[in-house]
């Protein structure tokens, strides 16, 4: 009998490819397979098969989903699974997700089939979620592991897992826990099996300690078995949980052996909003911000608009440089030409201050005054509505105003002296494009002066609109409102706020959470002196956290106010900072784009689904050759092994990250194809095919659902907030 062994090679690009030999041997006169770019996910419905088709969805992954509830769906055989190409055999997935070990019951033909074709081509096959037991290389749980909720235990990466295909990972996993009275996560941890099946291994990649005693029971692991290999997953997680989105791009390089269509990255990015401008302060005995529509009145003496200083600019700069994370000011003139008129008429010190640290910053015009550019507003009613004419047609802010507020803005940052393209814009407010309820439809006067000004992108709301879409000339850029208000400055009023909104009106609140479906009330309203520290920041940090580990490049932003007075927006950017540097490793540092560069990524992005959609793209491996072709002058999107290189013109392919090379490539000039070299030893030995049947089949194995009592969703409680300005 075998015994359970650890992988010793490094995960280099030949050890990250390499697979056992299939039983029978390989024969010189066979001609190396062709292997498909693309994936076969059966699925169950289940939170553990969505959650890594999501992944593949975000990367731009290709693959063949078969839902195993639909009673019309095809069988899983060899005509389905493979077949011949000019005369080379033809694998036509190059990686198997299943829900668990064998979803087909005892003695299936499909798992047959499966189960020769993974022999046949090497192809490897990741187990979503299954119970642990020897059918996976484990012990059975209820014998000397565990089975239960993993809410907030924390599992580690093994030292077989850092060298393996979880190397972007420093070490430490955890778990959420973001609510004690719902079981947020299930899971077995059990050990290895001492005595394995003959020739099987079992290599665990990420392991939590066994309660009760000194074992560690694994997580993730490799079972290598009868010339297989399947990556066996003992927890239940869905698409958002943080767990997951660590762990999720090592189960999908292990199952393509790190060669496969589209990338992904992790990415942040922090726009300021209304820079030289003064921000409206929240009163917390009106619970309103005068100047609003909804808030007469004038500011109190003591509670003056809120406005960075010179001190501020300096500790901005400091910041960013220290933090490595480049900020993008978007900023309003008028806010400088204001200051100088209320205090002498000359001087601006916190515009002599960035204009000195201007290439510290990226800028972007916010327009000259902030004005409201959509439809002209009727704010003697609450909530304000589009004014209309008297036949009833909105009215709208005309051209000549929208033109005024961009060109007015860049031609005051000229006369500064600052440095910015003019092809980026932050409206005040979003506004111009559409704004519901009220305005449902884009001004009609926007485009036209965007093509004036030669505006390329604009910035869009993400709570309101997601989706990259065209506005004239124009390509959005969806931002992440974060939800540090406009109008604090200070922590105590960031919490009145917040209690303010998320609180029910019998707890002093305003109530509007009772009736929401898009957040929560809170239970009781949060201590003013330490609910921002003790409860907003991690919980605002952690949504931030969602969308960097969900390879969204969309940019968060936040308000100048937030950079002044306690500098409240740094306290969540920097748990945000803190808790990724303690869990990736330097490999996969997180990236920083400006916004053009992000409105690039989502526009090629959407190109490349759509031809994968219209089936407009082919790829495959033969051998140490990747031919993806596609429709001239689409990019391509690809993750490959380091050193690979393009055939045409010999350049290393894409960039590094995360242990791989990856990135955005074309085709040359005038072609629909790209080859390129893998780097030597970088292709699986299992090449040659064999005549050899499947192996013993898989006992039943049955689907395991989410256990009772578990949720499948995220509590994080109150929810992403609409833009406040």
């Given at each position: 009998?075998g015994r359970?062994?650890?992988?010793?090679?490094?995960?280099?690009?030949a050890a990250?490819l390499a697979?056992?030999?299939?039983?029978?041997g390989?024969?010189?006169?066979?001609?190396?397979p062709?292997?498909?770019?693309?994936?076969?996910?059966?699925?169950?419905?289940?939170?553990a098969?969505?959650?890594?088709?999501?992944e593949?969805?975000?990367?731009?992954?290709?693959?063949?989903?078969?839902?195993?509830?639909?009673?019309g769906?095809?069988?899983?055989d060899e005509a389905?699974?493979s077949d011949?190409?000019?005369?080379?055999?033809?694998?036509?997935?190059?990686?198997?997700?299943?829900?668990?070990?064998n979803?087909f019951?005892?003695g299936?033909?499909?798992?047959?089939?499966?189960?020769?074709?993974?022999?046949r081509?090497?192809?490897?096959?990741?187990?979503?979620?299954?119970y642990?037991?020897?059918?996976?290389?484990l012990?059975s749980?209820?014998?000397?592991?565990?089975?239960?909720?993993?809410d907030g235990?924390t599992?580690?990466?093994?030292a077989?897992?850092?060298?393996?295909?979880?190397g972007?990972?420093?070490?430490?996993v955890?778990?959420?826990?973001?609510?004690?009275?719902?079981n947020?996560s299930?899971g077995?941890?059990?050990?290895?099996l001492?005595?394995?099946?003959?020739?099987?291994t079992?290599?665990?990649?990420l392991?939590a300690?066994?309660?009760?005693?000194?074992?560690r029971?694994?997580?993730i692991?490799?079972?290598?078995?009868?010339?297989?290999?399947?990556?066996?997953?003992?927890?239940i997680?869905?698409?958002?949980?943080s767990?997951?989105?660590?762990?999720?791009?090592?189960?999908?390089?292990?199952l393509?052996?790190?060669?496969?269509?589209g990338a992904?990255r992790?990415?942040?990015?922090?726009?300021v909003?209304?820079?030289?401008a003064?921000?409206?302060?929240?009163?917390?005995?009106?619970?309103?911000t005068p100047?609003?529509?909804?808030?007469p009145?004038?500011?109190?003496?003591d509670?003056?608009?809120?406005?960075?200083?010179?001190?501020?600019?300096?500790?901005a700069?400091?910041?960013?440089?220290?933090h490595?994370?480049?900020?993008?000011l978007?900023?309003?003139?008028v806010?400088s030409?204001?200051?100088?008129?209320e205090?002498?008429?000359t001087?601006d010190?916190?515009?002599?201050?960035?204009r000195?640290?201007?290439k510290?910053?990226?800028?972007?015009?916010h327009?000259?005054t902030?004005?409201?550019?959509?439809?002209?507003?009727?704010?003697?009613v609450?909530?304000?509505?589009?004014?209309?004419?008297?036949?009833?047609n909105?009215?709208?802010?005309?051209?000549?105003a929208?033109?005024g507020?961009?060109g007015?803005?860049?031609?005051?940052?000229a006369?500064?002296?600052?440095?910015?393209?003019?092809?980026?814009l932050?409206t005040g407010?979003?506004?111009?494009?559409?704004?519901?309820?009220?305005?449902?439809?884009d001004?009609?006067?926007?485009?036209?002066?965007?093509?004036?000004?030669?505006?390329?992108?604009?910035?869009?709301?993400?709570?309101?609109?997601?989706?990259?879409?065209?506005?004239?000339?124009a390509?959005?850029?969806?931002?992440?409102?974060?939800n540090?208000?406009?109008?604090?400055?200070?922590?105590?009023?960031?919490?009145?706020?917040y209690?303010?909104l998320?609180?029910?009106?019998?707890?002093?609140g305003?109530?509007?959470?009772?009736?929401?479906?898009?957040?929560t009330?809170?239970k009781?309203p949060?201590?003013?002196?330490?609910?921002?520290?003790s409860?907003?920041v991690?919980?605002?940090?952690?949504?931030a956290?969602?969308?960097?580990l969900?390879?969204?490049?969309?940019p968060?932003f936040?308000?100048?106010?937030?950079l002044?007075?306690?500098r409240?927006?740094?306290?969540?950017l920097e748990?945000?900072?803190?808790?990724?540097?303690?869990?990736?490793?330097?490999n996969?540092?997180l990236?920083?784009?400006?916004?053009?560069?992000?409105g690039t990524?989502?526009s090629?992005?959407?190109?490349?689904?759509?031809?994968?959609?219209?089936?407009?793209?082919?790829?495959?491996?033969?051998?140490?050759?990747?031919?993806?072709?596609?429709?001239?002058g689409?990019?391509?999107?690809?993750?490959?092994?380091?050193?690979?290189?393009r055939?045409?013109?010999?350049a290393?392919?894409?960039d590094?990250?995360?242990g791989?090379r990856?990135?955005?490539?074309?085709?040359?000039?005038?072609?629909d194809?790209?080859?390129?070299?893998?780097?030597?030893?970088?292709?699986p030995a299992?090449?040659?095919?064999?005549?050899?049947?499947?192996?013993a089949?898989?006992?039943?194995?049955?689907a395991?659902?989410?256990p009772?009592?578990?949720?499948?969703?995220?509590?994080?409680?109150p929810g992403?907030?609409?833009?406040?300005r």
């Open positions: 009998m359970s062994t650890r992988l010793a090679a490094a995960w280099t690009a990250l697979v056992a030999v299939p039983a029978g390989a024969h010189a006169a066979d001609p190396a062709r292997i498909d770019l693309r994936v076969l996910v059966v699925d169950d419905g289940g939170p098969t969505e959650a890594i088709r999501a593949l969805d975000g990367a731009g992954t290709p693959y063949t989903a078969v839902n195993l509830t639909d009673g769906r095809p069988r899983i389905f699974l011949t190409v000019d005369g080379r055999p033809r694998a036509r997935f190059q990686g198997v997700v299943l829900p668990n070990e979803p019951g005892a299936s033909p499909e798992m047959a089939a499966l189960a020769s074709f993974e022999k081509f090497g192809i490897r096959q990741v187990d979503a979620y299954t642990a037991g020897p059918r996976v290389g012990n749980p209820q014998d000397t592991g565990y089975s239960g909720p993993l235990r599992a580690q990466v093994t077989d897992g850092a060298t393996g295909p979880f972007y990972l420093k070490k430490n955890p778990f959420e826990d973001n609510d004690p009275s719902v947020e299930y077995y941890l059990a050990a290895p001492a005595q394995q099946e003959q020739g099987a079992y290599t665990s990649y392991d300690p066994i309660p009760g005693g000194t074992a029971g694994s997580l692991g490799q079972y290598t078995h009868d010339g297989r290999s399947e990556l066996v997953v003992t927890f997680a869905n698409q958002y949980q767990q997951f989105r660590l762990v999720s791009r090592g189960i999908v390089e292990w393509t052996q790190g060669i496969h269509l992904s992790n990415y942040l990015g922090v726009h909003d209304d820079v030289f003064s921000d409206d302060r929240w009163d917390v005995k009106r619970k309103c100047g609003d529509v909804d808030c009145g004038n500011p109190a003496p509670s003056p608009p809120i406005r960075m200083t010179a001190a501020d600019a300096q500790y700069k400091q910041w960013a440089q220290s490595n994370l480049p900020l993008d978007a900023y309003n003139g806010g030409e204001e200051f100088k008129a205090h002498g008429g001087y010190p916190l515009l002599d201050q960035l000195t640290d201007q510290s910053f990226r800028w972007i015009n327009t000259y902030h004005a409201f550019l959509g439809c002209v507003q009727n704010t003697t609450v909530p304000w509505k589009c004014a209309t004419d008297l036949l009833g909105v009215r709208w802010v005309s051209r000549t929208i033109n507020e961009i007015n803005n860049l031609n005051w940052a006369r500064q002296g600052l440095t910015l393209d003019k092809d980026e932050v407010e979003h506004s111009g494009l559409k704004t519901l309820p009220q305005q449902n439809k001004n009609p006067e926007l485009a036209p002066a965007l093509t004036q000004n030669g505006v390329g992108w604009v910035a869009s709301d993400n709570s309101r609109e997601r989706q990259q879409r065209q506005v004239g000339p390509l959005t850029v969806p931002r992440y409102p974060m540090v208000y406009y109008n604090v400055g200070k922590a105590t009023e960031q919490t009145d706020e209690n303010w998320y609180t029910k009106k019998a707890d002093g305003s109530g509007i959470c009772e009736n929401s479906t898009t957040t009330c809170l009781a949060l201590d003013v002196k330490t609910g921002f520290s409860y907003i991690p919980l605002e940090a952690r949504i956290m969602g969308h960097v969900a390879n969204d490049p969309r968060h936040m308000h100048q106010s937030n002044a007075e306690e409240i927006g740094y306290t969540v748990k945000v900072l803190s808790d990724y540097s303690g869990l990736y490793a330097d996969t540092p990236v920083n784009l400006r916004m053009r560069d992000i990524e989502m090629k992005r959407a190109a490349w689904a759509a031809a994968l959609s219209a089936g407009k793209v082919t790829a495959y491996r033969i051998g140490s050759t990747v031919t993806v072709s596609a429709p001239a689409t990019q391509l999107s690809a993750t490959l092994p380091g050193g690979t290189v055939n045409d013109t010999q290393a392919f894409g590094a990250y995360a791989l990856s990135g955005w490539a074309a085709p040359a000039a005038g072609q194809r790209l080859d390129l070299t893998l780097p030597a030893g970088a292709t299992a090449r040659a095919l064999t005549s050899a049947t499947a192996g089949q898989h006992p039943a194995a049955k395991l659902p989410v009772e009592g578990v949720t499948a969703r995220v509590p994080y409680g992403d907030a609409a833009a406040r």
